[in-house]
């Protein structure tokens, strides 16, 4: 695991020592699709608060010193070619996000993983060989980092802020951990192929992974055109679930205030005036859940480098709340324990642009636990027993994924 400057300079030079899990898994989300199965490793970095610095500003430096500059997202470079690198995989925490806004941490990391990796990939027409089958996978019982008590008394809690008028909305995520023993992996590759899932795959390193079975895109930029799609709302995937998200005039009033708070973060880093919304409260469903999801896109301004992005965009709203730094403060002073591998982003970098995904539907392991997160957004008329029920249906999927 790359710690402190000496390991940062090795990782360089050279491409790290990947180890720890059984297998490897080179299926990182959103990679280009005729790539997939032919990527290698080249390089890597990774960052923990004890590094220190910038994170943002350390990964747009890292990339172009490993053959990606992107130091102009307006005018992006031609995509990659098959005897150059190909691209990245690139992960923030939502705790490294809340730093890059200038917001508060919150509550400490409950697994054992960077809060930033940046894994830079070529080609290979020879995939690395699987050292061999993968040993079994046993997974332990739940370990709930909040009672549906203790989740209900903290959505009572951001309610009083709303009325005191120090917020409209904030996202509240609970925590699970369990033991397992064996190798996680397939179990992680089988979260990313879920139903709905466009941000599926898994990213690894020395003692950790994590799997995402992602819809929602937290940053798109190809082009020079900048795209977000926030997803706020929830129902059960029948006629009348749809049918009561449309009506729902809750739902809608929350979703509306993070499509806001979205076209404001874009609006910090695009060419005045060339924000809008092209789709607005459609309906997608992911596994056995309908969700609300918004599309909104602006041109990148002249010059706009990716350290600048990841400092307008992280953490994604639609996690977060509003205000977003009157948020991260309730986040902080409500959650037992950091979010984690979840509500970060995650996904592709290359000479072409972006694509990363927000880490929601989301499992992580270290080298004791695997780890899963969900929540959901509370306002003035949010019902406490029925967000800690949506919370549950929200994370039902994963954790079946990972029997």
Not at 62 to 74: I, K, R, V, Y
Not at 260 to 270: G, H, Q, T, V
Not at 280 to 296: K, M
Request: glycine letters at 12%.
């Amino acid at each position: 695991m790359v710690r402190g400057k000496s390991a940062e300079r090795m990782s360089m030079n050279r491409p790290d020592v990947v180890e720890a899990l059984p297998r490897m898994v080179v299926d990182p989300p959103a990679a280009p699709t005729p790539c997939r199965g032919r990527l290698v490793e080249r390089a890597r970095w990774e960052w923990r608060p004890a590094d220190g610095g910038d994170p943002a500003a350390r990964t747009e430096e890292f990339l172009a010193a490993h053959g990606l500059p992107l130091h102009d997202l307006a005018r992006p470079a031609p995509r990659h070619h098959h005897d150059t690198v190909c691209g990245a995989a690139l992960y923030l925490s939502a705790a490294a996000g809340a730093l890059l806004a200038g917001g508060p941490a919150g509550a400490a990391n409950p697994a054992d993983l960077p809060e930033v990796a940046v894994v830079v990939y070529g080609h290979t027409d020879t995939p690395p060989a699987h050292p061999g089958p993968p040993t079994g996978w046993w997974r332990g019982p739940w370990t709930e980092s909040w009672t549906p008590r203790q989740h209900a008394t903290a959505v009572d809690a951001v309610r009083q802020a709303i009325g005191h008028g120090d917020v409209y909305q904030v996202n509240l995520v609970g925590h699970a951990a369990a033991p397992y023993t064996g190798d996680p992996l397939p179990a992680l590759a089988r979260l990313g192929r879920l139903p709905g899932a466009r941000y599926g795959g898994v990213l690894t390193g020395p003692g950790w992974a994590i799997g995402c079975a992602s819809p929602e895109t937290l940053i798109e930029l190809r082009g020079g055109t900048l795209t977000t799609r926030p997803i706020k709302g929830t129902r059960p995937a029948t006629a009348a679930g749809r049918a009561d998200l449309l009506a729902s005039a809750k739902e809608r009033a929350e979703h509306i205030m993070i499509v806001d708070l979205e076209r404001n973060d874009l609006a910090r880093i695009a060419r005045t005036g060339s924000v809008h919304v092209d789709d607005l409260f459609a309906v997608r469903r992911w596994c056995d859940l309908w969700q609300a999801e918004s599309t909104i896109r602006a041109h990148a301004a002249d010059g706009l480098g990716l350290a600048d992005l990841l400092r307008a965009v992280c953490p994604g709203g639609s996690v977060t709340g509003a205000p977003k730094l009157a948020a991260l403060d309730h986040i902080a002073a409500l959650e037992p324990v950091g979010r984690g591998a979840s509500m970060g982003g995650l996904g592709w970098v290359d000479a072409g642009g972006i694509d990363l995904g927000l880490t929601i539907r989301t499992a992580a392991v270290d080298r004791e636990a695997v780890h899963v997160w969900a929540g959901g957004g509370i306002t003035w008329d949010s019902d406490p027993d029925a967000e800690v029920a949506e919370a549950a249906a929200k994370t039902a999927p994963v954790r079946a994924t990972l029997a």
